[in-house]
């Protein structure tokens, strides 16, 4: 007997059923059969499904001589299912990588729940994708089960049938089927749910809900819209025939006419001459199934009225928005003309020699390579103020009382950049800030560079998708200083911003900690992060890829990795900075850190003290290996597609050829390279020792100081004004792709580091 019996529904979709089954039959997890029903599909879905039922005999086919109907295709299936758990996908969907695998593992963690609810993506035909709003819900419930009577905000979940899999023997013993006509998933997932005394939840996106420009059934203008009331009066008859559902029935009986004013609101369900009968009904309905003392309040007091009042309502509503939109091109307008003015007053006082400005990561707090230059500034030079833009208030609260802040765009932070002698900031300021006569820019960049960045963008018109490289250039154009770590970066800076800047070879500031951190640093470090006493710690950081709409794909299975590491090691995962709040997390990596296969580090805003808790890094293609290479510590690269990612964004050497250690270009060299040892080996060494040769070069731990002593306070009268020294050619970072140096130097070098 199978654990899954993954039924699937097959009506005109021959277009994305191969998808569909692909994405099931690819599952790791390998104990389930699929009961494709073909709904007498008059494309070639038919003949697609024989194809697979060939190949494979998990596949079983059932032909229907008539076309019956997404719900009653399901009860067709019902029949023939053995397996432990009912799991029915729609054919236009997918299974993301391990779902099937997740989904074992949470019913065996919580010994087999009647129902089992987990996340889901919607995937736009256009190819964007964006995750349920109300995902966090899954892990606001607890590890354990629960009713809807614990936790009756899980009703507020899209309830449809294909986000849940359930008990084949709790279904059998209840009797659930589906009924014929539109939103058959309601008079199903209400029952069930209501009834189910044992519900857990998967905090995973286990799905693909496809959303295609044509072809979705509710999307479509049809009377048969009207079936939602039949659906609702079945739900309702559910819950009449339990006396112990009774306490119920004011809930759905509000549900019901929201869901229903919800259908009237949408443009592409009912036809107009339909909407004014819809509404009569629902109102109709709405009133005879009012339960006794039920108070009626918000948009449900419409069902109470006519129809013209409906429209009246909806009418005000829309010209209330007009006005408001109005309104605020007007508040817009005169908040541009305050700021302008006060920008003015600010400009036309003197620069105060005593006050930094400092920002980090798009205005994200006190990080990164300006916070390791706040932090000297503060201990050898405390007479000049140090002030942080941050974007919010909530990121303002985030930041220790005795570190000044201002909002991003507010009058004091106008006031405070109108007058700063220096601006410290790891990218771009905004547009709005001018660059006064005898302010200090310092850049201080992201890394060490092995993507193209900025002006070398042009050639790579996938990768600067959203990117502005002239307005990004122009903003560049008021930088002072870049700071490098290595002659590498100072020649791929010069090269990617065209600008009129002095390279400053200080080294990277916030590797001060890394170069000068001590065994208590260390054990600190893991500490923090929860992690036992004598394991090794493997860090894994996948860097984002440009030729994936959204930046994330999966290249290795988490769980798979952390139980082939094995007892006695700790699998730290931090994805790139720009998937944290995306899909990506969802995908696997916040159950499996709920669950302790793992610790996502992917929040922790002090990257350095994740570096210093890990024994070693496995990347691909992430600039934290250059960071990292300052522990001496082992490096992994795991390259199973370095020619995608180099075809698409770009690199200014290769990676695989001059690697911090060994190379790993499938799954099964990767997990090789760590039960053999071999990550460690003198090989390792060997490689990890000629890296940071070249790329840490500045790093001496003394990087912040030699930016405050001499690019501030101007100590032993350095003028940071040499001529430039043109390098040999030969140590140019190479260029994969064509493009070309500048004809002439744009910008001054110095090395500070002497």
Not at 166 to 177: I, L, N, S
Request: glycine share 8%; aromatic share 10%; net charge positive.
């Amino acid at each position: 007997m199978a654990r899954f019996s993954i039924i699937i529904p097959v009506f005109k979709v021959q277009g994305f059923l191969r998808e569909c089954l692909d994405s099931v039959l690819g599952q790791s997890y390998a104990d389930f059969e699929v009961i494709a029903v073909d709904d007498c599909s008059p494309d070639g879905c038919g003949a697609i499904l024989d194809e697979y039922a060939k190949r494979d005999n998990r596949v079983r086919v059932l032909h229907l001589s008539e076309n019956v109907g997404l719900g009653r295709a399901r009860n067709a299936g019902m029949p023939y299912a053995t397996g432990d758990y009912l799991f029915f996908l729609d054919s236009d969907d997918t299974l993301t990588p391990g779902a099937l695998h997740a989904m074992a593992d949470r019913l065996a963690d919580t010994s087999d729940p009647d129902v089992l609810v987990f996340d889901y993506v919607r995937a736009y035909w256009w190819g964007g994708a964006r995750r349920n709003v109300l995902a966090h819900m899954l892990a606001d419930t607890g590890y354990g089960t629960f009713t809807v009577a614990e936790h009756p905000e899980i009703l507020d979940l899209l309830m449809v049938v294909w986000n849940k899999v359930y008990r084949r023997d709790f279904v059998e013993r209840e009797g659930f089927t589906f009924p014929p006509g539109y939103y058959e998933d309601t008079p199903w997932t209400f029952p069930v749910m209501l009834t189910a005394q044992r519900i857990a939840t998967l905090d995973r996106i286990c799905l693909n809900y496809r959303q295609r420009r044509q072809g979705n059934i509710l999307s479509t203008t049809s009377r048969k819209h009207f079936d939602i009331h039949d659906q609702y009066e079945r739900v309702f008859a559910f819950v009449d025939s339990r006396a112990e559902l009774a306490s119920w029935r004011p809930y759905l009986h509000a549900k019901m006419g929201k869901h229903c004013l919800d259908i009237l609101a949408k443009p592409d369900r009912l036809a107009p001459s339909d909407k004014a009968e819809f509404f009569r009904r629902t109102a109709e309905m709405f009133r005879e199934r009012k339960p006794q003392g039920a108070s009626i309040s918000g948009k449900l007091t419409l069902l109470e009225g006519s129809y013209a009042a409906y429209r009246a309502k909806q009418h005000a509503v829309r010209m209330g928005r007009r006005l408001e939109r109005r309104a605020q091109q007007v508040r817009r307008a005169a908040s541009r003309r305050i700021e302008r003015g006060q920008s003015a007053v600010a400009m036309r006082r003197s620069l105060d020699p005593n006050l930094a400005v400092y920002s980090a990561f798009s205005h994200k707090g006190v990080i990164g390579d300006p916070a390791a230059i706040y932090h000297k500034a503060r201990e050898i030079a405390p007479h000049i103020r140090g002030v942080w833009v941050v974007r919010d208030k909530r990121q303002a609260e985030l930041v220790p009382e005795d570190i000044a802040t201002v909002l991003l765009d507010s009058a004091e932070y106008r006031r405070v950049t109108g007058r700063a002698k220096y601006f410290i900031n790891n990218v771009n300021w905004p547009g709005t800030l001018t660059k006064r006569p005898g302010s200090v820019h310092i850049h201080t960049h992201q890394g060490t560079p092995l993507k193209y960045m900025a002006a070398d963008l042009l050639t790579k018109p996938g990768a600067r998708h959203g990117f502005n490289v002239p307005k990004m250039l122009w903003r560049a154009d008021r930088w002072d200083y870049s700071l490098v770590a290595n002659r590498h970066s100072e020649l791929v800076w010069e090269r990617a911003y065209p600008c009129h800047f002095t390279s400053a070879r200080t080294g990277s500031p916030r590797n001060d900690v890394l170069v000068n951190a001590g065994p208590e640093a260390v054990e600190a470090a893991r500490a923090r992060f929860g992690v036992p006493a004598g394991h090794t710690v493997v860090l894994y950081a996948p860097t984002r890829r440009d030729y994936r709409r959204g930046g994330h794909v999966d290249r290795i299975d988490l769980a798979r990795f952390a139980r082939d590491l094995g007892t006695g090691h700790t699998l730290v995962v931090r994805l790139h900075p720009s998937l944290a709040n995306g899909t990506a997390r969802g995908m696997g990596l916040a159950d499996l850190h709920r669950r302790g296969v793992l610790i996502d580090a992917t929040d922790e805003p002090h990257v350095e003290e994740v570096m210093l808790a890990a024994d070693v890094l496995v990347t691909d293609y992430s600039a934290l290996m250059f960071d990292y290479a300052n522990l001496d510590r082992p490096i992994v690269i795991h390259a199973d597609d370095w020619g995608a990612y180099a075809a698409s964004r770009g690199a200014y050497f290769d990676i695989t050829a001059d690697a911090p250690g060994h190379v790993s270009c499938s799954y099964r060299e990767l997990a090789w390279l760590f039960a053999s040892g071999t990550w460690r080996d003198g090989e390792s060494a060997r490689l990890r020792a000629g890296f940071r040769e070249r790329f840490c070069e500045f790093d001496d731990g003394r990087a912040a100081e030699r930016v405050v002593r001499t690019l501030m306070l101007r100590q032993n009268g350095e003028t940071l004004e040499p001529p430039f020294a043109q390098l040999p050619d030969s140590t140019l970072p190479s260029t994969p792709t064509g493009g070309s140096l500048p004809t002439t130097p744009t910008s001054l070098s110095v090395d500070l580091t002497t």
